[in-house]
């Protein structure tokens, strides 16, 4: 992705480790994987000084909801499935406006080599809005 112009901010989490079923062979059925979630969650820069954790991202949302709930959930077959609900998840607070998120499966290949995916979104100023608004409910 890179760093997008302007004045933005981007909060991250990097490799973050969990155990998930996931697989779409057999053998990759019978035990939970290690794999490592890379977030990142932009937003525009510019405004005035953080002064208290509300005016901050939460990246504590965000690895609790992994760590407290990816290793007890059923199993899934991709990567992509789970990629697709980190980023909704992350994209619900309306602050953040554009989010990377990378996946990878460490063992796979006995650790010579690891598939990932890699999603990017930007979600719609209207969409951020409405998020803004839920979260103020919440």
């Known amino acids: 992705m890179g760093v997008p112009s302007g004045d933005w901010q981007c909060l991250a989490l990097r490799s973050v480790p969990l155990d998930v079923r996931i697989g779409v062979y057999d053998a990759e059925k019978t035990a939970p994987q290690r794999i490592s979630v890379d977030v990142e969650m932009w937003r525009r ?11 901050c991202l ?3 949302r965000i690895y609790r909801w992994l760590v407290d709930g990816w290793p007890g959930r059923p199993h899934v077959e991709l990567l992509e499935t789970l990629a697709e609900e980190l980023i909704v998840k992350a994209l619900e607070d309306g602050r953040v406006e554009r989010c990377r998120v990378v996946i990878r499966k460490l063992d796979a290949y006995a650790g010579t080599g690891w598939p990932e995916i890699e999603l990017y979104r930007e979600q719609s100023p209207s969409q951020s809005q409405q998020n803004i608004l839920q979260l103020r409910t919440d």
């Open 58 to 60: 939460d990246y504590d």
């Open 45 to 55: 820069g510019g405004g005035p000084p953080a002064r208290c954790l509300d005016d």
